[in-house]
């Protein structure tokens, strides 16, 4: 008799972008990291970790970085849930308010560790299929019997943005749980967050992540905004001082930092409308982006019939870009925005590729 649970023997692993090897000095476009470092302050507070923070075990609640997330979005501090990543926040949900005997729905494509997660915890899974532009339906969502549903906005992976006003639409007109994913928002146009609807709705969770605009993703810090007794549920389910020291330390220097953020925020956006400009004069359909990323479906050339073509050959090339077996997304590229540097020379081989 196996000792694994036979749901979980059965279930297929969220699949992650290839890794370029160490020490390869690979451009890699393939997992929506930030092309430019942490704020400084980040670096300083890394060094400045003392002794003491690293043998005492940390503040349960996480206080400290909490009040400096409730105080950035004009939220009470017992309205914030820290996580270790928004990762932790999504299995936390699943366990917290979904468990085995309840469905959850999303719009598809969307971000797949959604499913693998609620998989894992036995829930149903209900996929609302997008329409052909890739917007999502939200009668749909409304009306598909789910107990909650995700909104990834803007969605993953095809960087379109749900405006808010449809957002709330959904959320006043549902009676389950409605979580909004905003990984991208801050590279999305002003007022696009539905944290303020927190304070109306109290069927509504948002989660934020310092990986992308705040370049943490190795810090594996996240956080959900909430009612308070939608958080006091995910603090009874989490586990323990589940984010660590050091971490705690580098994203509050991060958030206390806008600045810097807003400046390479603003950098990144400038060079994603001009790639997404430079891969339609090359032939290229794009998706019109709010994200860190671009959705795009080449064009065929005499070599490259299909985009798991236009993938290796790239790779070939040490440039990472990710491809995705989804029948809608099988012939589409998803590229993440790098430096004018990367781009440049993505744009390069492009060229090349296509005999231009």
């Not at 890739?134 to 789910?146: K, N, P, R, V, W």
């Not at 960087?159 to 409605?178: N, T």
């Not at 989804?326 to 430096?339: A, E, N, Q």
Request: proline share 6%.
């Amino acid at each position: 008799m196996s000792i694994i649970l036979p749901h979980i023997a059965k279930l297929t692993s969220y699949p992650l972008g290839s890794l370029p090897p160490e020490g390869s000095n690979a451009i890699k476009l393939n997992q929506n990291e930030s092309p430019y470092p942490p704020s400084p302050h980040v670096l300083n507070a890394l060094c400045s970790v003392g002794e003491e923070a690293l043998r005492r075990y940390p503040d349960e609640k996480c206080s400290e970085l909490r009040a400096i997330i409730a105080n950035f979005h004009g939220v009470k501090d017992e309205q914030v849930l820290v996580g270790n990543g928004s990762s932790e926040i999504i299995s936390l949900i699943m366990k917290v308010f979904v468990g085995s005997e309840r469905m959850v729905a999303a719009p598809d494509p969307t971000f797949g560790l959604y499913c693998t997660v609620s998989q894992t915890y036995q829930a149903q899974w209900k996929s609302i299929p997008t329409t052909a532009d890739f917007t999502i339906d939200t009668e749909a969502l409304l009306h598909s019997g789910a107990h909650a549903l995700i909104l990834v906005n803007p969605n993953a992976p095809t960087g379109l943005l749900l405006p808010l006003g449809e957002i709330k639409r959904i959320v006043s007109q549902f009676s389950g749980l409605v979580v909004v994913d905003e990984a991208y928002i801050d590279f999305a146009e002003d007022g696009s967050s539905a944290i303020p609807l927190v304070e109306e709705f109290s069927n509504l969770i948002i989660l934020r992540t310092l990986s992308k605009a705040y370049a943490l993703c190795g810090a594996r810090v996240g956080y959900g905004i909430a009612n308070t007794e939608l958080i006091g549920a995910l603090e009874k389910g989490k586990d323990i001082y589940n984010v660590n020291a050091v971490s705690r330390q580098l994203a509050a220097a991060a958030l206390l930092d806008r600045s810097y953020t807003d400046q390479t925020v603003k950098a990144v956006i400038q060079t994603r409308e001009a790639f997404s400009a430079e891969l339609c004069q090359l032939g290229f359909q794009v998706w019109p982006s709010q994200t860190n990323f671009v959705l795009c479906k080449p064009p065929a050339t005499d070599n490259l019939h299909e985009a798991r073509a236009w993938c290796a050959a790239l790779i070939e090339h040490n440039v990472y870009i990710r491809h995705f077996e989804h029948p809608r997304l099988v012939d589409k590229l998803r590229i993440s925005i790098g430096t004018n540097e990367e781009m440049a020379r993505l744009l390069g081989l492009i060229k090349e590729f296509i005999g231009n």
